[in-house]
């Protein structure tokens, strides 16, 4: 098959969605972080794409239904943003032992297990 476990991948999702859970500013939100696809607001609005992760990877999607490439696609989707939000500091994380510099090698050891 060549791939990881869904479920692998699944549990991997918990993190970000910690992240970007925690990052939004919902107090501003008029629809509590629920996004809307024909709402202007919403189209236009600056957390766009932490919003369209979150409704697209929340616990209550149904992540098992869906197959592995858009698991695959969802997560790095993530670990950019988890790249992005880190500081220069975290720059030689090859020694950083933060939750996030953990997570990022995770996922990336998990998504290279593809190729062999
Ligand atoms: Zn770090």
């Avoid at 918990?14 to 189209?43: S, T, W």
């Avoid at 209550?60 to 592995?68: I, S």
């Amino acid at each position: 098959m060549g791939h990881p476990d869904k479920a692998l991948l699944i549990e991997l999702m918990d993190f970000p969605r910690q992240k970007i859970l925690q990052g939004m500013e919902l107090a501003y939100c008029p629809h509590a972080g629920f996004f809307n696809p024909v709402d202007e607001q919403c189209i236009y609005c600056h957390q766009g794409m932490e919003c369209v992760w979150m409704n697209h990877n929340d616990k209550l999607v149904a992540l098992e239904q869906k197959d592995y490439q858009a698991l695959k696609q969802q997560l790095l989707i993530a670990l950019d943003y988890i790249d992005s939000s880190l500081t220069p500091h975290h720059l030689s994380r090859r020694n950083c032992e933060c939750d996030n510099c953990v997570w990022m090698r995770k996922v990336s050891k998990v998504l290279a297990l593809e190729t062999v």
